[in-house]
């Protein structure tokens, strides 16, 4: 259920109640702003595509631990390449972002800047793969609608 409600203070507050019947309420000057709000979050919980703002608030560095620690079936070596790929390429750029922060022309200008840095096509391949593993997790734990790191121009030559 949705409502919009004008304050005393002239302000509207646009309110709804997500799949898990928590109230989440936001404040506008104008009261067709807080419609258009509603308006796209009711959209997006009838579509299935609605992420708790919260639950999108996860800083990258945080999650990046979180999704290494929970990849049980990796091979020793293969877990030391991901970790590595993470501190020497992802975290210095993403650590301190939050999951929800993250959009497709970020992750498209960093993967540029990697091949500008002079970093190997396969490497470049093997970092953004990483960034769009931890962030496909976050999708499946409902904390992204999508995986901003899909889709992005990558540089000619093979992954190895």
């Not at 009711?42 to 990258?60: E, H, M, N, Q, W």
């Not at 049980?72 to 030391?80: E, F, Q």
């Not at 750029?93 to 840095?117: C, F, K, N, P, Y």
Request: with cysteine; hydrophobic share 40%.
């Amino acid at each position: 259920m949705a409502s919009i409600a004008k304050r005393d203070n002239g302000q509207w507050r646009a309110r709804y109640r997500d799949a898990a019947c928590k109230e989440h309420a936001r404040h506008f000057p104008r009261k067709v702003d807080a419609q258009r709000w509603l308006d796209e979050v009711t959209s997006a919980v009838v579509t299935g595509s609605y992420v708790d703002p919260k639950a999108s608030r996860v800083l990258v560095g945080e999650w990046a631990r979180q999704w290494l620690d929970g990849k049980a079936n990796l091979k020793p070596s293969t877990r030391d390449r991901y970790s590595s790929a993470l501190t020497t390429h992802v975290l210095p750029r993403w650590a301190t972002t939050r999951l929800g922060d993250i959009t497709h022309a970020e992750v498209q200008a960093w993967v540029s800047a990697l091949v500008a840095s002079g970093l190997a096509p396969a490497s470049v391949h093997k970092v953004h793969r990483v960034l769009s593993m931890l962030l496909a997790l976050a999708v499946k734990d409902g904390r992204l609608a999508r995986n901003p790191a899909v889709g992005i121009d990558l540089p000619r030559g093979r992954a190895s």
